[in-house]
């Protein structure tokens, strides 16, 4: 792949703190575009995100991660975009790690690249709760033992895709609209026979009582919900 035009997308809700920092750390040229998704804050961040060069989309109430993201695909589409990252806006994933997302896609000939935090010389363990590192090597082997892909952190969010995925996998549904849209891109990637490789990558949470936004149960469930109804064929 030569001159890939690549679009970054970042999810955001009430990361006043952070989101400046974020995009702050991205080089100068790093990507052609990045979209940021503010899924109706109530805090500082539409202010903030003004004083950047990013193409924002706005949701006046909380919808979802899968809403925006949606909307960021759709538009990437239309604009003849190559490769999809997606990030953190929180701050634990750093931008300047994206190329490590891009190499195997624009030199390998890779479909969909994840990053993970435990193949070696990757960091995780900055305010890390003990509970977040035992539930993702809880869900990484439930995945394993789902989809027969060897992952060693299949939860991990900064991801890199070739746009031509979602010509085979139809994203554009409505029980789609939060946790679940990243699961179901990667499980169906895996089962149409995509070129997928994991890469080293930091996870570093900004602080232990600000780590996620993940509810229990609720969201837990809206992230096991793909694995469930493609396994029983209640959705494809």
């Known amino acids: 792949m030569e001159k890939p035009k690549i679009l970054a997308f970042i999810p955001v809700y009430n990361e006043e703190k952070r989101i400046g920092q974020v995009l702050e750390r991205f080089p100068a040229g790093l990507v052609d575009e990045i979209i940021v998704a503010d899924d109706g804050s109530t805090d500082n961040t539409p202010n903030i995100l003004k004083k950047f060069n990013v193409k924002l989309i706005r949701n006046e109430k909380n919808l979802g ?8 695909i759709r538009y990437g589409l239309e604009n003849n975009f190559d490769i999809f990252v997606i990030m953190a806006g929180n701050g634990k994933d750093d931008p300047r790690e ?7 896609i624009i030199e390998q000939d890779y479909d969909y690249v994840q990053g993970s935090r435990h193949l070696r010389s990757a960091s995780y363990k900055k305010n890390t709760p003990f509970f977040r590192l035992v539930a993702v090597r809880g869900f ?8 027969g ?3 060693t952190d299949a939860s991990n969010g900064f991801r890199a895709y070739k746009f ?4 085979n996998i139809n994203i554009f549904q409505d029980w789609l609209d939060t946790y679940e849209l990243e699961i179901y891109i990667y499980y169906l990637a895996i089962k149409k026979g995509f070129k997928i490789k994991e890469v080293a990558v930091s996870k570093n949470y900004p602080s232990k009582k600000e780590y996620t936004k993940i509810r229990p149960v609720i969201d837990w469930w809206r992230i096991m919900k793909p694995i469930v109804y493609l396994k029983l064929r209640i959705k494809k």
Do not use: E, Y
């Open 98 to 104: 994206i190329p490590s997302l891009l190499q195997p």
């Open 140 to 147: 990484t082997l439930m995945w394993r033992l789902a989809t």
């Open 65 to 72: 991660i899968g809403v925006g993201m949606k909307k960021a």
């Open 149 to 151: 892909f060897h992952a």
């Open 164 to 167: 031509k995925i979602f010509d």
